[in-house]
């Protein structure tokens, strides 16, 4: 089994900064393409970035410039740094991985359970 839990999240005034951070747990052979999608209220999820194995990097439009997705791969952790932040920025943020557990020669696609931010004007 695996699990992605993510953390960073919390209350920020518009203009402000916050750092999500998401760790993948338990027996892990590799961790493929890591991604953040959001859920805004009454709104589908949506990818907002995603960071490949080999560091190749996809951001939505809608945060291009402002929000960077990075990762460590020893610590199977990706980050995604948010800066000047837009009360549209407001949903839950989820982490998500394309994860071979040591038992599988495949990737499973996993979720995390989420985390709140919330930008204020």
């Known amino acids: 089994q695996v699990q992605l839990e993510e953390s960073g999240g919390g209350l920020v005034q518009a203009g402000g900064s916050l750092r999500l951070s998401c760790v993948a747990s338990?027996?892990?052979?590799?961790?493929?393409?890591m991604s953040w999608y959001r859920q805004a209220p009454g709104k589908e999820r949506e990818l907002v970035a995603n960071i490949r194995g080999n560091g190749d990097t996809y951001y939505a439009n809608s945060v291009k410039g402002r929000f960077t997705i990075s990762r460590e791969n020893a610590q199977n952790t990706v980050y995604l740094q948010m800066n000047n932040l837009k009360p549209e920025d407001t949903a839950v943020y989820y982490c998500?991985?394309?994860?071979?557990?040591?038992?599988?020669?495949?990737?499973?696609?996993?979720w995390g359970q989420g985390t709140q931010v919330t930008v204020s004007s």
């Open positions: 338990g027996s892990i052979s590799r961790v493929n393409t």
């Open positions: 998500n991985a394309d994860i071979i557990q040591r038992s599988s020669l495949y990737a499973k696609n996993s």
